[in-house]
């Protein structure tokens, strides 16, 4: 009986060691993999992209002054690296053809009401980039705005940083993190960094089993102390 017991515990423990071992990964994206892109916003509540009052900004479509809802088209300012070299800076579309992908809102106005919108995390596809057949998402998993006051005859600053989930395709989904630094008045313009922490993402399913591979060595340990 004891025996039985004991091959019950090492065969939980088994279980529980080979869930705990990190399952085969495709290729992660490689540190530093770096887009850089730019784009123009009309900020939310001030004629400048810093305001104290609120950090409402509104993405439109590259040197469009009309504010709306929809996501802005963003272009490539310099040729892409790491794994993105696929990427080509020189031949991206302009704005007005659908540039080089879109970038979502991050606060947007509703007119009806005078109030902004803060979309809820995360935010899919919050950044794209699709260019010769290559495709780049970027789910916006948390940000935080920062303004800048302007001091002098300078203009302010705004600045948004913000972590993710980067998907490439030919890689595994890996942890990403963006900088978006606009500054200047009225239809202000923006650039950002989009860089490749290669950190995979978590697999849900393989820390569901680990659970449960944890949970049959406790039930095997408690029959065996019984017995």
């Known amino acids: ?18 869930f705990a071992i990190p399952q085969a990964q495709a290729t992660l994206l490689p540190a530093g993999s770096e887009i850089d892109f730019y784009g123009a916003l009309v900020p939310v509540g001030s004629a400048n992209s810093y305001d104290p009052a609120t950090t409402g900004i509104d993405f439109k479509a590259s040197g469009q002054p009309t504010t709306g809802a929809g996501p802005g088209t963003i272009g490539m300012t310099s040729t892409a690296t790491g794994a993105f070299t696929a990427f080509n800076a020189f ?3 302009a704005g007005a053809d659908g540039g080089c992908g879109t970038i979502a809102n991050l606060q947007a106005f509703n007119s009806a009401t005078n109030t902004l919108i803060t979309p809820t995390l995360p935010i899919p596809d919050f950044l794209t980039f699709t260019q010769g057949g290559q ?9 935080s705005i920062v303004d800048l006051q302007p ?3 300078q203009d302010g600053v705004t600045i948004i940083s913000g972590n993710g989930i980067l998907d490439y395709a030919g890689y595994d989904q890996t942890i990403g993190n963006m900088t978006i630094t606009s500054q200047g008045p ?10 490749s922490q290669e950190l995979p ?4 399913a393989s820390m569901l089993l680990l659970g449960v591979g944890v949970i049959g060595l406790v039930a095997a340990r408690k029959r065996f102390s019984l017995s």
């Open 1 to 18: 009986m004891r025996y039985t017991h004991r091959a019950t515990l090492a065969a939980a423990l088994l279980a529980t060691v080979s």
């Open 186 to 195: 009225g239809n202000t313009s923006w650039s950002g960094t989009l860089i």
């Open 135 to 143: 495709h780049v998402t970027f789910d916006l998993t948390s940000f």
């Open 201 to 204: 993402v978590p697999e849900p």
């Open 91 to 93: 031949i991206c579309p």
């Open 151 to 153: 001091v002098g005859a």
